[in-house]
């Protein structure tokens, strides 16, 4: 094979976001990251789950992440991390750099109803009974909306010649608005918020997020994304962008694996066969 360096060479797909997959890379241009989904859970409108950029490859070039997190591409150098607490992934990394971006962490916000019926006073046993058979006395259970996005995954890491793919955004999953909330009784319930994707060893794909869980809703980590040794992404709960170098163009990770409904993510873009190949 040849070598690389040349504009159009070493392109890379963006990972995919919870509103979007990423995007393919064309020419020298690589793919930006998928765009997140905005929540207002929190009673602001705030954006999570972004995907990572992907690679470009020329010196003006490096696509953007995701909005919601999602970490930029660059043409040489370290790509930018994804962003803490909203489950983006990390940017693709340029060629000559040991070393390769992180995930964000992932998030759960739960949301209790602003007042649980109550009943005040003091009531017969044979009132109550009548209030229970009607199903309108109040219940020890409440409905909780709930917000859950897993750890974003990282960006491979090339020192030598070519790109990494974008990491995929950690997987997207909510009950607010209109969906269905957790009818949970009184006591205590686990969370578990999870990792962003770590930076992964010298040519070597990146790494993928760690789940987030809040009672029976588990949301899967973020795909990474692939480098010039192994060039597909990851599947996840959005797919790893594609790495590629002359040997040939790769194909992004699946998004929303394991299944559900509605879909937690997408997939990361494609890596297109690049412009210098001099095999």
């Known amino acids: 094979g040849g070598t690389g360096g040349a504009p159009g060479d070493d392109n890379t797909g963006g990972g995919g976001g919870a509103g979007a997959a990423g995007e393919n890379s064309t020419g020298s241009v690589g793919g930006a990251g998928g765009i997140g989904i905005a929540s207002t859970i929190t009673g602001s409108s705030i954006y999570y789950a972004g995907g990572g950029g992907g690679r470009g490859c ?119 608005p209109g969906g269905t909330a957790e009818n949970l009784s009184l006591g205590t319930y686990a969370v578990t918020i999870g990792a962003g994707g770590s930076a992964s060893s010298p040519c070597a794909s990146g790494n993928l997020g760690s789940p987030s869980i809040f009672s029976s809703i588990t949301s899967t980590g973020g795909g990474d994304g692939g480098t010039y040794s192994s060039r597909a992404g990851a599947p996840g709960g959005s797919g790893g962008g594609a790495g590629s170098i002359e040997a040939g163009p790769g194909t992004g990770g699946s998004g929303n694996t394991p299944p559900v409904s509605p879909s937690q993510g997408n997939p990361g873009g494609n890596a297109a066969p690049d412009a210098g190949n001099n095999s």
């Open 58 to 176: 020329s010196p003006t070039s490096g696509e953007p992440g995701g909005l919601g997190g999602g970490g930029a591409g660059v043409f040489s150098g370290q790509g930018v991390s994804g962003t803490d607490n909203t489950g983006g992934g990390g940017g693709g990394s340029g060629n000559g750099y040991s070393g390769g971006s992180t995930g964000g962490s992932g998030i759960v916000i739960v949301k209790e109803p602003a007042i649980l019926p109550t009943a005040s006073g003091i009531w017969n046993l044979n009132s109550v009974y009548e209030y229970v058979k009607c199903g309108e006395w109040p219940t020890r259970t409440a409905a909780i909306d709930y917000l859950v996005v897993a750890g974003g995954g990282s960006a491979g890491n090339n020192p030598g010649q070519g790109g990494t793919g974008g990491g995929g955004a950690g997987g997207y999953i909510t009950s607010f």
